[in-house]
């Protein structure tokens, strides 16, 4: 198994930057893939970044190329997502996935149902 602790979540005006932290633990040795989801009150929970083992291959959605970026240490078996140019829309629980299964597509996984492991969310609020 994996256990993973999200950091890094909080309030901050629109503009503003934050920075996730997800630190992973246990068999970290079986992860393949990581990646960041969101959660806003009502709404189903989206797909936001992920990146490969290596760290080359990175992956983000639309809503948030640009702004964010995805990044991993695998000697700290963490994961960052820093956030920059927020939007009062980007507000929700942000989620740590990670993937233990090899990744056999071109495509970086960008479904829920392709991670096997989640943190327990940080909350990050960005106002207008």
């Known amino acids: 198994q994996v256990q993973l602790v999200e950091s890094g979540g909080g309030l901050v005006q629109a503009g503003g930057s934050l920075r996730l932290s997800c630190a992973a633990s246990?068999?970290?040795?079986?992860?393949?893939?990581m990646g960041w989801f969101r959660q806003a009150p009502g709404r189903e929970r989206d797909f936001v970044s992920a990146?490969?083992?290596?760290?080359?291959?990175?992956y983000h959605a639309d809503s948030v190329k640009g702004r964010f970026t995805i990044s991993r240490d695998n000697a700290k078996n963490a994961v960052y997502l820093q956030m920059n140019s927020l939007k009062p829309e980007d507000t929700a629980v942000y989620y740590c996935?990670?993937?233990?299964?090899?990744?056999?597509?071109?495509?970086?996984?960008?479904?829920?149902?392709?991670?096997?492991?989640w943190g327990q969310g940080t909350q990050v609020t960005v106002s207008s």
């Open positions: 996935a990670v993937r233990t299964t090899p990744i056999v597509s071109t495509r970086l996984p960008s479904s829920s149902t392709e991670y096997h492991y």
């Open positions: 990146i490969g083992w290596s760290g080359i291959s990175t």
């Open positions: 246990g068999r970290t040795d079986s992860i393949y893939g």
